[in-house]
T-cell receptor, first 114, second 113 residues
Framework: KAGVTQTPRYLIKTRGQQVTLSCSPISGHRSVSWYQQTPGQGLQFLFEYFSETQRNKGNFPGRFSGRQFSNSRSEMNVSTLELGDSALYLC?????????????FGPGTRLTVL | GQQLNQSPQSMFIQEGEDVSMNCTSSSIFNTWLWYKQDPGEGPVLLIALYKAGELTSNGRLTAQFGTTRKDSFLNISASIPSDVGIYFCAGIRSGGGADGLTFGKGTHLIIQP
């Protein structure tokens, strides 16, 4: 079974631009979660989508948004990029059981904001 | 958000040595997960634990779900160079959901040949 895939793997943008990242979950998984990873803050939860609906949201500004399509693929968008948005963005997919769910991560998208 | 207390932060060991790391929290967890992350890659799931007291092995790796449900341990026996990386614990709090997936800050394992 193919794992979680993320595109692109690397991205360089400048301040003020916007960016869209894509995530394809493991086949059969209905939940996709997004995380931001930085050396200083570690892994921080952005949001989770389940059956095309945002089910949970972390403590990030409204510039960070996402959506999920009917085939469970998900996109994450960051508008008006800031230098501090430079990070590894990870998506993780799972079956969607809220109480025992095991999440499987993709390789991440490395975003650099200049 | 809330993070687990993972220790040690880093370990410098000799090849062949055993490794132990742990995560603790003041909250109760339903599930404990251990991941390994190589530079520039996403975390890879090593072991998942679903029941208090559970002891699970995956090759040279053994992890335990603490009986209080507030901690977990990972042991690596007879370390080899490819064990180098950052190990993260993660827990799903009672109440569930992705917002309940809490991460430790990681243990950076460095192996000296």
């Amino acid at each position: 079974k193919a794992g979680v895939t993320q595109t692109p793997r690397y991205l360089i943008k400048t301040r003020g631009q916007q960016v869209t990242l894509s995530c394809s979950p493991i086949s059969g998984h209905r939940s996709v979660s997004w995380y931001q990873q930085t050396p200083g803050q570690g892994l921080q939860f952005l949001f989770e989508y389940f059956s095309e609906t945002q089910r949970n949201k972390g403590n990030f500004p409204g510039r960070f948004s996402g959506r999920q399509f009917s085939n469970s693929r998900s996109e994450m968008n960051v508008s008006t990029l800031e230098l501090g948005d430079s990070a590894l963005y990870l998506c993780a997919s799972s079956l969607g059981d809220r109480h025992t769910d095991t999440q499987y991560f993709g390789p991440g998208t490395r975003l650099t904001v200049l | 958000g809330q993070q687990l207390n993972q220790s040690p932060q880093s370990m410098f060991i000799q090849e062949g040595e055993d490794v132990s790391m742990n995560c603790t929290s003041s909250s109760i967890f339903n599930t404990w997960l251990w991941y390994k992350q190589d530079p520039g890659e996403g975390p890879v799931l090593l072991i998942a634990l679903y029941k208090a007291g559970e002891l699970t092995s995956n090759g040279r790796l053994t992890a335990q779900f603490g009986t209080t449900r507030k901690d977990s341990f990972l042991n690596i026996s007879a370390s080899i160079p490819s064990d180098v990386g950052i190990y993260f614990c993660a827990g799903i709090r009672s109440g569930g959901g992705a917002d309940g997936l809490t991460f430790g800050k990681g243990t950076h394992l460095i192996i000296q040949p």
